[in-house]
C-alpha cells in the first residue's frame, strides 16, 4: 500500500537502452515482478503504445464489465486504479503489479504499454483476452509532447523540432512508435486473442468499435446499456469526470496541460509544419512496410 507520509520525490527521469528500447527507470525498476506476474485465464490486458487512448478502452472495458453489477466503482475509484498500469513503479506510491495483484475484480482489467517482447509470459501461457488500441503515429506524437509536458515524472520533452526528431529515431518512452505497433500487429498473426483497433475507428464511429469490442469479448450487453456507454465515454463527459481525466494524479501538472487534451484526430496539422509532415511522411514510408497495417491520419 502506499504511505501517506511519505513525500513523493517527483523527477523527471532520462532515458536509457533496456534490452534494446528506450526506457525511464519508472517502468523498469520492477521488472523481476512484472516477469513474474502470474495472469489469471480471464484477465483482460489492454496495451497501448502511450497516448493511443489507453484511457478510453479502459474506462469502456470497465463499464462493459463492471457497470451495471458495481455502479458506485464509477464514482469512487480513479480508472487508474480500476485498470492498473503494470509495469508502473513510483517510490511511496502503489506499484502497478501490487495493483493489479490486490484487484478484488473478475476479470482484471490491466494496462501496459510494454511492446510486445517485454510482456510477462504468463499472460500468453493463459490465452489471456488482450485488446491492442493504435493511433496514428502524427497524432501521437503530439498528444505525447504534451503529456511529456505536464507529467513530471517523464524526460524534459524539450522543444517541438527535437522532440519530432527524437519520436522519430524511437527515443521515447516505451521505444520507437514504428516497432510496437508493428510488434503487435506481428503478434495477432500467431496469437487469436489479440483484438487490434484504432483510436481513429474510435472517434469516428464509438458504437460500432463498442459492438466489436463486444464480439471479442464475448459480451451481449443490452441496446439500452449500449447506448449509456457509447454516450458515457465521449470525451467531454470522460473530461469534466474527476474519475477519468486524471486530475487525482500527483505527478501531472494541470496547468501545463490537461490530460485529456482535444481527444482529435489530424490535431498534428496545428503542431507540423510543412515541411516537417513532408519529412515525417518520407520516413514513415521507409518504416512502415506492412500493407496490411494502415494508418489514417484524418476521418
Ligand atoms: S496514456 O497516458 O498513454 O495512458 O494516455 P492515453 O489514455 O493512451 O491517451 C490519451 C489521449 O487519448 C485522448 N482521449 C480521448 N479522445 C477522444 N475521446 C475520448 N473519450 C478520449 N479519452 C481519451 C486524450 O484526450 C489524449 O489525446 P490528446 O490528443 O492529447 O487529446
Given at each position: 500500500?502506499?504511505?501517506?507520509?511519505?513525500?513523493?520525490?517527483?523527477?523527471?527521469?532520462?532515458?536509457?537502452?533496456?534490452?534494446?528500447?528506450?526506457?525511464?527507470?519508472?517502468?523498469?525498476?520492477?521488472?523481476?515482478?512484472?516477469?513474474?506476474?502470474?495472469?489469471?485465464?480471464?484477465?483482460?490486458?489492454?496495451?497501448?503504445?502511450?497516448?493511443?487512448?489507453?484511457?478510453?478502452?479502459?474506462?469502456?472495458?470497465?463499464?462493459?464489465?463492471?457497470?451495471?453489477?458495481?455502479?458506485?466503482?464509477?464514482?469512487?475509484?480513479?480508472?487508474?486504479?480500476?485498470?492498473?498500469?503494470?509495469?508502473?513503479?513510483?517510490?511511496?506510491?502503489?506499484?502497478?503489479?501490487?495493483?493489479?495483484?490486490?484487484?478484488?475484480?473478475?476479470?482484471?482489467?490491466?494496462?501496459?504499454?510494454?511492446?510486445?517482447?517485454?510482456?510477462?509470459?504468463?499472460?500468453?501461457?493463459?490465452?489471456?483476452?488482450?485488446?491492442?488500441?493504435?493511433?496514428?503515429?502524427?497524432?501521437?506524437?503530439?498528444?505525447?509532447?504534451?503529456?511529456?509536458?505536464?507529467?513530471?515524472?517523464?524526460?524534459?520533452?524539450?522543444?517541438?523540432?527535437?522532440?519530432?526528431?527524437?519520436?522519430?529515431?524511437?527515443?521515447?518512452?516505451?521505444?520507437?512508435?514504428?516497432?510496437?505497433v508493428n510488434g503487435w500487429w506481428k503478434k495477432k498473426q500467431t496469437y487469436s486473442n489479440l483484438h487490434y483497433?484504432?483510436?481513429?475507428?474510435?472517434?469516428?464511429?464509438?458504437?460500432?468499435?463498442?459492438?466489436?469490442?463486444?464480439?471479442?469479448?464475448?459480451?451481449?450487453?443490452?441496446?439500452?446499456?449500449?447506448?449509456?456507454?457509447?454516450?458515457?465515454?465521449?470525451?467531454?463527459?470522460?473530461?469534466?469526470?474527476?474519475?477519468?481525466?486524471?486530475?487525482?494524479?500527483?505527478?501531472?501538472?494541470?496547468?501545463?496541460?490537461?490530460?485529456?487534451?482535444?481527444?482529435?484526430?489530424?490535431?498534428?496539422?496545428?503542431?507540423?509544419?510543412?515541411?516537417?509532415?513532408?519529412?515525417?511522411?518520407?520516413?514513415?514510408?521507409?518504416?512502415?512496410?506492412?500493407?496490411?497495417?494502415?494508418?489514417?491520419?484524418?476521418?
Amino acid at each position: 500500500m502506499s504511505d501517506p507520509d511519505k513525500k513523493l520525490d517527483l523527477r523527471r527521469s532520462e532515458l536509457f537502452d533496456f534490452h534494446g528500447v528506450s526506457m525511464i527507470h519508472y517502468v523498469t525498476d520492477n521488472w523481476e515482478n512484472i516477469q513474474n506476474f502470474q495472469a489469471r485465464p480471464d484477465d483482460i490486458l489492454i496495451a497501448t503504445y502511450p497516448k493511443a487512448g489507453t484511457t478510453w478502452v479502459s474506462y469502456i472495458l470497465d463499464l462493459l464489465h463492471f457497470g451495471q453489477t458495481s455502479p458506485e466503482r464509477q464514482t469512487s475509484i480513479p480508472i487508474f486504479k480500476r485498470v492498473p498500469f503494470l509495469e508502473i513503479y513510483i517510490p511511496s506510491m502503489d506499484t502497478g503489479v501490487d495493483l493489479a495483484n490486490n484487484l478484488p475484480t473478475s476479470p482484471r482489467l490491466i494496462k501496459t504499454h510494454y511492446p510486445v517482447q517485454f510482456v510477462p509470459k504468463s499472460f500468453w501461457e493463459q490465452n489471456c483476452r488482450i485488446v491492442y488500441m493504435a493511433r496514428n503515429a502524427k497524432d501521437s506524437v503530439v498528444s505525447y509532447f504534451h503529456f511529456d509536458h505536464m507529467n513530471m515524472l517523464e524526460p524534459d520533452p524539450g522543444d517541438w523540432s527535437s522532440y519530432l526528431h527524437r519520436f522519430k529515431e524511437g527515443k521515447m518512452v516505451f521505444g520507437s512508435w514504428y516497432d510496437h505497433v508493428n510488434g503487435w500487429w506481428k503478434k495477432k498473426q500467431t496469437y487469436s486473442n489479440l483484438h487490434y483497433m484504432f483510436f481513429e475507428d474510435m472517434v469516428e464511429d464509438t458504437g460500432r468499435e463498442i459492438e466489436k469490442l463486444c464480439r471479442f469479448l464475448g459480451l451481449s450487453p443490452s441496446v439500452e446499456e449500449k447506448k449509456q456507454i457509447t454516450s458515457g465515454v465521449q470525451f467531454d463527459k470522460m473530461k469534466k469526470n474527476n474519475m477519468t481525466n486524471y486530475s487525482t494524479v500527483p505527478v501531472m501538472d494541470f496547468k501545463m496541460s490537461p490530460f485529456m487534451r482535444k481527444g482529435k484526430v489530424g490535431d498534428w496539422k496545428n503542431h507540423f509544419t510543412v515541411a516537417q509532415s513532408e519529412e515525417f511522411d518520407e520516413g514513415y514510408k521507409k518504416k512502415m512496410k506492412d500493407p496490411t497495417l494502415q494508418f489514417r491520419t484524418v476521418v
